[in-house]
């Protein structure tokens, strides 16, 4: 086990001192803050501008001129917030067979960047027909969002004066109720805690899955280059095939931790001082709840276990592979689990406590995302997480001894790949 160890701490030093685990460990986290903050703050200030549009009233109940009305108040409200647009209208009442004239002068001055586009009232709008916007910023969602409430608000007032209804009675009858979310834990519940709660399970998830493909293949990399470079029949003279394979597994494994690690840290201390952070950026973020530890354990415990499991994996594939093409061809198969449990957290997300997030959290290939995205939303029945944890223990122990079977064999053996068939004849012959 000495010689073991010697292999651990040269593959850790080696994966430690690359330029890339470097800077991905001082970048990595920023990168991740960028991913959340900076869509926020390009929404804020990427929005706005002005926006002038023409409004073909077909109606003859004055409704163009509402719509004109609702449309004004974006623009007063861009005077405190420069995401929100201001809005320059004119409305053109026009009957029927007024209505292609009017089109093709604006569509005109629309060619001509005088006008952005107009708004076409047609005479039914009011018992159901459509509204239609042309114009060159119609792919622009705000805007679109905000003169489609323009619409609706000035229809259902119209609607409402003819039915005799006061807008202000049916306005507090249909006031909205605000259902705030609070996730139960043993301390009692806690405000704004789940949706916080979802955003924290999805990034454990999300960094285990990036981690363990990463250093994964690094894994298979390696022994490939060995493999090729037939530095491993010199290395294997002096240490066993199975010590050797172990040996880096952990060594890499070791790396993965200490950056992981540090990505945490970095976490905590972002997530403490997140809000002036946020404030800086001109977005506003909740305070995060506290986090039980039973979520940071199955984090660490569930990223070293899905990293031992897929990293013999990956080291039988370095081992099986004659050539860089092999190894991608081979790799997909292997990734498969993983990319499954991924796609099912978003499952889990939704309703934690179903039977696919229970076989998602039970499966050894599925459980690294599942099970810290689980127990981040809810508690995990004691003896299911157990169950987990055990299954997850026996099936790297197995996969190791798999994987280190086929790697003795493997990693010495030259020309084409082994076939199926031989491959079971190495796992009773190793």
Partial sequence: MSKAWVVVKREFLESVRTKMFILGTLFGPVVMIGFIV???YFMNVGGGGRSNIAIIDET???LGGDVATALAQFTQAAQQDKSQTSYTTQV????PGQLEQARQQLSKEIEAGTLDGYLLLPEGVLTGAHAVYEGTNASAQRQMRELHDAVQTSVRQVR??????PEQELAAALKPVTLEQRKFGGGGAEGGAAQLAVGLGYFMAFAIYMGVILYGASVARGVMAEKRDRIVEVILSSIRARDFMIGKVIGIGGAGVLQMGI???????????GPQIAAHFHVTIPTLPAIPPIVGFNFLFFFLGGFFLYAAMFAAVGALATNDAEIQQLQFPVMLPLIAGFFMVFAVIENPNTTLATVGTLIPFT????????????TIPFGEWLASVLLMVATVVVMVWIAAKI????????????????LIRWLRAA
């Fill in 38 to 40: 900076l869509p926020a």
């Fill in 367 to 378: 459980s690294p995302m599942v099970a810290p995205m689980r127990s981040a939303v809810v």
């Fill in 407 to 422: 790697y003795r064999v493997g990693v010495l053996t030259t020309g084409k790949r082994p076939s199926m068939k031989e």
């Fill in 263 to 273: 990505w945490a840290l970095f976490a905590a201390i972002v997530l403490s001082r």
């Fill in 60 to 62: 003859g109940s004055g």
């Fill in 92 to 95: 053109i009442v026009s009957t």
């Fill in 160 to 165: 409402l004066d003819k039915a005799g209804i």
